[in-house]
């Protein structure tokens, strides 16, 4: 049988996770019959344990945990990390038979038999499946696409149909939230232009107390709020709007994920967790500073009528 250790990114937050699912498929959809070993720094074995393609999880802590977690010429290793020489080591040290991994102008880049060079102003999750590319073509938009369509394909029921999806949270701050006064002022300038049986849906973490508050208390019929979701249920809801629309924040790669029309709302341009498409658009402070409360809501709704044309 053949065996694939991926090692992800030694970051414990849910966004870093989200956009390592689509390469993690891709590796399945080549070899099925494949042992898929996902490695990884931090303990989010929980995210990878619900992925069918995904058979194993291994956490590491010391150098030696880490060649452990690789055995000896397994047939393919992986590194999403992109900022550490301890990988290349391993690899060589392991002997694996064929090494992905990002060159970063780092000693160790030559341990890769495979390799695509790191650009910080590359999507990451795109950057993940340029790196497989290296190796064998693939097509991102339609792996992402099918990834999270099996991974909504997981959710116990399909969720209520809403037009729109706006996710006001910001895990890292206030300063990437731009806030539920804004988010309905969006709402009732797409409300307008979309008719006024356009239905949306308010995704909200356990952070979002307040905004969930403030929610509640408009009483809207044409709002739904969403709480508590698992990964599939938020997928199987994004796959079935119409518009995506979202601060920087961990659910926001769902989002960009499911490839429907997309808006981020940043505090600044931040290339690396935003993928730009045809369909997908994202709206900073045109003023040059970093106040994500200076973006204007007139400014986000043209950004949303435009990907909503492309699709």
């Known amino acids: 049988m053949r065996e694939i250790v991926v090692y992800i990114r030694s970051r414990n937050k849910f966004g870093d996770q989200i956009v390592s699912f689509a390469a993690l498929y891709q590796l399945k959809q080549w070899w099925p019959d494949a042992r898929l070993r996902v490695a990884a720094q931090h303990d989010v074995a929980s995210y990878y344990r619900l992925l069918p393609w995904v058979d194993d999880f291994i956490q590491y802590g010391s150098f030696r945990e880490m060649l452990r977690s690789l055995p000896r010429k397994t047939d393919m290793a992986v590194c999403l990390h992109h900022t550490s020489e301890r990988y290349g080591l391993v690899t060589l040290l392991r002997q694996a038979r064929v090494r992905l991994g990002f060159s970063n102008g780092r000693v160790l880049d030559f341990a890769w038999t495979h390799t695509w060079r790191k650009n910080i102003s590359e999507y990451i999750g795109l950057a993940n499946l340029y790196l497989l590319n290296a190796y064998r073509p693939v097509d991102a938009e339609s792996t992402f696409r099918q990834c999270f369509e099996r991974v909504a394909a997981l959710a116990p029921e399909t969720p209520h149909h809403v037009d729109v999806v706006l996710i006001p949270g910001g895990g890292d701050g206030s300063f990437k939230r731009w806030g ?47 709480s508590g979701c698992s990964i599939p249920e ?9 518009l995506v629309v979202a601060n920087d924040c961990g659910p926001s790669h769902i989002g960009q994920g499911v490839c429907v029309p997309y808006v981020g709302v940043f505090n600044d341009a931040n290339p690396e967790w935003f993928w730009d498409r045809p369909y997908s658009r994202h709206v900073c402070p045109s003023d040059g500073s970093s106040d994500i409360q200076k973006v204007d809501p007139h400014k986000v709704a043209q950004a949303c009528f435009e990907v909503m044309t492309r699709a």
């Open 180 to 226: 539920i006064a804004n988010f309905i002022a969006l709402v009732d300038l797409l409300k307008a232009r979309l008719g006024p049986h356009t239905r949306f849906a308010f995704v909200l973490g356990p952070a979002e107390s307040s905004e969930r508050t403030a929610l509640q208390a408009l009483n809207r019929p044409d709002f739904e709020l969403v």
């Open 234 to 242: 938020l997928a199987s809801l994004m796959l079935r709007a119409r």
